[in-house]
């Protein structure tokens, strides 16, 4: 298939231009309606799922897949067995899945299945549903599957289940059975191990029918507030009673990769405005461990959503929920499920991280199998910029924390190259090092190469180019290499597709003739630009800035910098040698990096020793 449309494509130049020029990357749609009734009493529900499927890619499908993810949580799953062998498990799952008896476990059985009105043929497999199809979908085709399904919801938080720690009801995400993402890159039906997600993007109208007492909330915009009550009522409107003690909550959420809800008969519901920005609902249990810090939440969420607006481009729904429940911190479109009972300062930490992924993996969701570190990475980077803001907590480098993340990962010997698949690191250790802590690094050193200036309006020209595009690495290293224009393959490819380090020293510092020549020395494999800050005894300081040849131009410095543009440095000679105007005697400290931009191993060679550097003849 790939060879006859090259043989296609190369027999007709014409027409690469053409597509190269023209078509953007495609993407499949579909638009879910479900229904559901949920018993409180067994946790199980019953489902109706009508999907239309829109084919959009140039391929013929055979097959679908979709994901049944509640089935992970039952005992000898992959994602048990993954839990009990991996040698660091993650301490919330360990070996509980296997102890789950047959009313504890999570399931979701598909009882049928149609593809435009006629049955077909399909396997569960594990947390997959393999579909074959009656008849191919063309390419541009449209579909329509119904499905009958019946779930248990578990009772062991992994994201979602019921009866978490802190007492609430149901943290119901990845609670439907979800269509696979079928992409440039191919099917991604992904076994559920308990790392995170890919996705169609769709349209959701989905209806829960529940216990009347239960106030619900997550993706999607409530239908019938006047009808549900719970605080989505208009003001002085007497909410309906419902039937049989049950009401039914109909939400709709357009252009999203997941649906997410949440539901406990103690929540509190209050309510912000974002100015310029969404509607925010917080939802918790409020006793003595909540009260104090969610009654401030509200306040710092709108100035962290003024200030990611701002900074990282705008987010494009109406309405935000911050949401009591899960394990932990999870992000999901237009909503996060947080634990609740946290001191104010994790609290916010926990709510403004989450909020982040609405960007990186809300709307830009790129394959947070493949590009983990696109997800997780940028949004550590941006929300340790935001708590910095909106906590003013006045550090000089609010990503010093990440960086020392990833010099832990750098020295523990279980370092793999952050291009691995999210599900097959050797330990979470190094998956989580990876994804979050060298993943921020990644953008803390790419401002440091190409400036702040031009960084952060190319942050958001990756934003408003690739939203609801699922970019890769390369998509967004090209929007950077044309906002710089430099060269930045060789920073992605070190980075991103090896382990190798950075490590730049002072090797001597040379004097002759009333001149210093300063001699730095490349000790670690991978090359980076390089700025040296030179401190004079009477108070005057300069910076050297020395280009990488490969990067085919140089950082915009802004205009109070005192730069001086050296010659370029051709990454493979392993010492570099500059000039000063100055006798070494004058010169009170020298420094290479003294920002912290680039993520140096060893920083104890970058600085200037007189006792250990300076040299009085020249040996050469
Ligand atoms: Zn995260």
């Given at each position: 298939m790939k060879i006859k449309l090259l043989g296609f494509l190369m027999a007709s130049m014409l027409s690469v231009v053409v597509l190269g020029q023209t078509k953007e990357r495609w993407q499949q749609a579909i638009k879910y309606e479900m229904e559901i009734d949920m018993d409180v009493e067994t946790h199980r529900f019953e489902g109706k799922q009508k999907a239309v499927y829109t084919n959009n890619s140039p391929d013929e499908l055979n097959k679908v897949f979709y994901h049944?993810?509640?089935?992970?949580?039952?005992?000898?799953?992959m994602m048990d067995v993954r839990s009990r062998t991996i040698k660091d498990p993650d301490r919330r799952v360990g070996d509980r899945i296997s102890k789950l008896s047959e009313d504890q476990i999570g399931y979701q059985k598909i009882l049928s299945l149609k593809q435009n009105g006629k049955k077909v043929d399909y396997e569960v497999v594990g947390t997959i549903l393999e579909v074959d199809l009656n008849k191919p979908i063309k390419s541009g085709e449209t579909v329509t599957f119904e499905m009958e399904f019946e779930a248990q919801v578990p009772e062991q938080i992994r994201r979602s289940g019921r009866n978490n720690a802190e007492g609430i009801s149901y943290s119901m995400a990845q609670w439907y059975p979800k269509m696979s993402e079928y992409d440039y890159q191919g099917w991604h039906a992904n076994p559920y191990i308990g790392r995170e997600f890919h996705g169609v993007w769709g349209d959701f109208d989905v209806k829960i029918t529940i216990d009347k007492d239960f106030v619900l909330g997550g993706t999607g915009y409530v239908q019938n507030p006047n009808e549900v009550g719970h605080g989505y009522q208009a003001e002085g409107v007497k909410p309906g009673k419902g039937k049989n003690g049950k009401l039914t909550w109909h939400f709709i959420a357009p252009q999203v990769i997941d649906f997410m809800w949440a539901a406990d008969p103690d929540y509190t519901h209050v309510k912000a405005q974002v100015p310029d920005g969404p509607e925010l609902h917080f939802l918790y249990q409020k006793n003595e461990k909540t009260a104090e810090n969610w009654e401030k939440l509200p306040e710092y969420t709108v100035k962290a959503f003024e200030y990611m607006n701002k900074t990282f481009?705008?987010?494009?729904?109406k309405q935000y929920s911050v949401i009591q429940g899960g394990d932990g911190g999870m992000e999901y479109p237009m909503s996060t499920l947080i634990t609740g009972e946290r001191s104010l300062g994790s609290l916010v930490g926990v709510t403004v991280h989450e909020m982040f992924h609405s960007w990186y993996q809300g709307v830009l969701a790129s394959n947070e199998s493949l590009y983990e570190w696109m997800d997780e990475g940028f949004t550590s980077f941006g929300s340790a910029e935001t708590m910095n803001v909106i906590m003013e907590q006045g550090q000089e480098n609010p990503q010093s924390g990440n960086y020392r993340g990833y010099y832990a990962l750098a020295e523990s010997g279980y370092e793999e190259p952050m291009s691995t698949h999210a599900d097959h690191y050797v330990t979470n250790f190094a998956y989580g090092r990876a994804a979050y802590s060298k993943g921020a690094t990644f953008l803390g050193q790419l401002r440091y190469i190409m400036g702040e200036d031009v960084f952060y309006p190319a942050m958001r020209t990756y934003f408003n180019e690739w939203k609801f595009k699922h970019p890769n690495d390369n998509d967004f290293i090209r929007v950077m290499e044309k906002a710089s224009g430099l060269e930045l393959d060789w920073f992605k490819e070190y980075w991103v597709y090896s382990t190798k380090q950075i490590d730049y020293g002072i090797k001597s510092v040379m004097e002759k003739d009333g001149k210093t020549f300063v001699t730095l020395e490349k000790y670690g494999e991978m090359p980076m630009p390089l700025e040296v800050t030179v401190t004079y005894n009477d108070g005057n300081s300069e910076l050297i800035y020395i280009p990488l040849r490969i990067m085919r131009g140089e950082k915009s410095f802004s205009s109070d910098a005192n730069a001086t543009v050296m010659a370029d440095w051709p990454w493979v000679y392993p010492t570099y040698t500059f000039e000063l105007n100055q006798s070494a005697s004058n010169i009170k400290s020298m420094v290479i990096d003294e920002k912290e931009g680039m993520a140096d191993v060893d920083r104890e060679n970058n600085v200037f020793d007189a006792a250990k550097h300076l040299k009085s003849t020249f040996d050469k």
């Open positions: 049944l993810y509640f089935n992970a949580f039952q005992p000898n799953s481009g705008k987010y494009p729904y």
